[in-house]
């Protein structure tokens, strides 16, 4: 296991430099001199000059490209253009809401995702299996920020059960709080429940055609312990890979359902920071929303080769 | 008005059942693409006949008129500037096909082609082109179409070249792994062992056979690229005001769900129906194109 989590690490090493290179390239990219951005538009030449060599804008890129890669592992991503605080500072202080969002959606979608499959495989042909199939196609092709403006208008204005934005935070009253995470961690989970529900269906349809299910039953137990502790249980995995799979729709989600609820968190900080031309902030929100993807992936790999033999000593599928 | 009726012979009826049969089959088995596809050809019909069929121009203002509700003087009511919504969500509809469109053909075109390059010419080339493709697959997907659209700055091309980008990693993949396949295939190696040139077997013999794969992956592309511009627009990045698309009209009516729900509802409809038909299309090839699928 050792071997094959070191072997995965090396394999990152190369994507996650380039992948920097191109997240280091957008400030150079975008219109504009960092260093005029940054001191004002009526400094004097002189000022903008001194900026520039200050900032390390008068190297050649891969000098400063090295520069850079050296202050982001210290954990310094720079100082904003607009509000002039360090980018750490900003992306800390949003980092929170995102995290609650996220893992409230996908809280969301597991509690209405696995046992919508489960019910739609044992019923499979009838009509709670139709009911499941059609929500799972409708959810997965209506856009997030459609069903977020759905709910507010349904919930929050209609019929005035939550409130239709904002965040409070847990520390401060947790129920509050649940009330206005409700609305947001819905919006972003109905997506996920529709995948889960999805191959959760297939996976458990799939186990429940194996020999062990028939000994199941004929051990006389009943359908449902056959069916939870049996059928159940041996799809979970590819289940799980599914959901690992979902980081990405997660992080991309937030950023949406974030602007649809005007919930402060890191999705907020990078349009907004588009929208100031605070382009070191929205390179520094990147750069985290990028690790955090990398990171599930990995985490992801490294689970499926704990749990699959074959992957982790290094086999190919097909070989 | 009634047909003749058939002469009743028992040949024709049992052809007749068996016929049906094969219907009643092919129905179920692509009841998806048979929902799916109208409703793309309904969009598809509506953005291409927009000029006939909207009640007026889609920029037109009238002072007096705003936040109209339905069924008034303006059939889905009218926005914050007195615009007819129907009249834009029509001409929406050109913007998200365009779009979708454009950015599927750059994703196509570039992926396709450097997915085939590797696939054939390995080596150097195959490392590169998978390590960039990886690269940019290490993004979330509407991260990596924020990110570039923050380069090129706000537009709805631009919003197309940054969907693009998005879906050429996939294309480039897909097409690596479909060629692999290919490539080691007897009529490869026959076609090699009479002397033609590597540039006739990709074209002439290899392309042929995984444009299958890739013509599936458009459809799903197109879905995707629709939702994407849809989205880059709601955050203000894609196509921009007082230009209508729907992801953008979702952006602007949040300002105004009390006084006009009707607002947030209609442009958010269409794009729904206009994804679940790209989705359910998008099934059915699959599963077309599957033998896995059509055996069962």
């Known amino acids: 296991m050792t071997g094959y989590v070191l072997r995965r690490l090396g394999q990152a090493v190369p994507t996650v430099l380039l992948t920097t290179v191109l997240i280091f390239l957008i400030l150079h990219l975008v219109p504009g001199d960092p260093a005029a951005v940054l001191a004002g538009s009526d400094a004097p030449p002189e000022v903008v000059e001194a900026l520039r060599k200050e900032m390390g804008l008068d190297r050649s890129l891969p000098v400063q490209y090295v520069i850079w890669l050296g202050r982001v592992a210290r954990g310094d991503l720079g100082v904003s253009y607009v509000s002039k605080f360090p980018v750490w500072t900003l992306i800390l202080r949003r980092l929170p809401a995102t995290l609650e969002l996220t893992i409230a959606g996908l809280l969301v979608g597991i509690a209405l995702g696995l046992p919508a499959g489960i019910v739609a495989a044992m019923c499979r042909g009838r009509l709670p299996d139709l009911f499941v199939t059609s929500s799972n196609a409708l959810f997965l092709s209506i856009p997030n920020f459609w069903i977020g403006i759905t709910f507010i208008l349904a919930f929050a204005l209609a019929l005035n059960w939550l409130p239709p934005s904002g965040r409070v935070p847990f520390v401060e009253s947790p129920l509050t709080a649940l009330r206005f995470l409700l609305l947001p961690a819905f919006t972003l989970g109905m997506h996920i429940a529709a995948i889960l529900a999805r191959f959760s269906r297939t996976a458990l349809l799939e186990v429940m055609n194996e020999p062990f299910i028939r000994t199941a039953r004929a051990k006389g137990l009943t359908e449902w312990v056959v069916i939870l502790r049996h059928g159940f249980a041996n799809a979970l995995l590819p289940v799980l890979t599914i959901l690992g799979l979902q980081a990405g729709y997660l992080l991309g989600g937030a950023v949406v359902v974030e602007s649809v609820f005007a919930w402060p968190g890191l999705g907020r900080l990078i349009v907004e920071s588009i929208g100031n031309r605070d382009y070191t902030a929205v390179q520094g929100t990147l750069l985290v929303f990028v690790a955090m993807f990398m990171l599930v992936n990995l985490l992801t790999d490294l689970a499926y080769g704990w749990a699959d033999p074959r992957i982790r000593l290094g086999r190919r599928r097909g070989a | ?296």
């Not at chain 2, 001409?91 to 994703?107: D, H, Y």
């Not at chain 2, 940019?136 to 923050?150: D, E, K, R």
């Not at chain 2, 090129?152 to 070249?161: F, K, S, W």
């Open chain 2, 1 to 296: 008005m009634t047909d003749p009726a058939p002469p009743d012979t028992g040949a024709t009826r049992a052809e007749g059942g068996a016929g049906r049969r094969r219907w009643r089959r092919l129905v179920r088995r692509y009841r998806s693409g048979l929902l799916g596809l109208p409703l793309v050809c309904a969009v598809l019909a509506t953005a291409v006949l927009a000029a006939r069929l909207a009640p007026s121009p889609p920029l037109e203002m009238n002072a007096g008129q705003e936040l109209q509700p339905p069924l008034g003087r303006f059939l889905l009511g009218s926005d914050e500037f007195g615009r007819d919504l129907l009249s834009r969500i029509l001409f929406g509809a050109r913007i998200s096909l365009v779009i979708g469109v454009t950015s599927v053909m750059i994703g196509t075109m570039l992926g396709g082609t450097a997915g085939v390059a590797a696939g054939f010419l390995g080596g150097r080339t195959e490392t590169a082109v998978l390590r960039l493709a990886d690269c940019l697959l290490s993004f979330p997907p509407l991260i990596l179409g924020i990110a570039v659209a923050t380069i090129l700055g706000p537009g709805a091309m631009n919003a197309a070249v940054a969907v693009g980008i998005v879906t050429i990693p996939t294309f480039a993949r897909l097409a690596w792994t479909s060629v692999l396949g290919e490539k080691t295939k007897d009529y490869v190696r026959a076609i090699e062992s009479l002397g033609a040139s590597g540039a006739r077997i990709v074209g002439r013999h290899i392309l042929p056979n995984v444009m299958g794969v890739l013509l599936v992956q458009m459809t799903i592309a197109m879905a995707q690229a629709v939702l994407l511009e849809a989205s880059l627009s709601f955050l203000g990045l894609g196509t921009q005001p007082p230009n209508p698309s729907w992801g953008g009209m979702l952006n602007d009516s949040r300002a105004f769900l009390r006084e006009a729900p009707w607002y947030g509802l209609f442009p958010g409809l269409a794009l729904s129906l206009l994804l679940l038909g790209l989705n359910l299309t998008a099934d059915s090839l699959r599963d077309l194109m599957d033998p896995h699928t059509r055996i069962r």
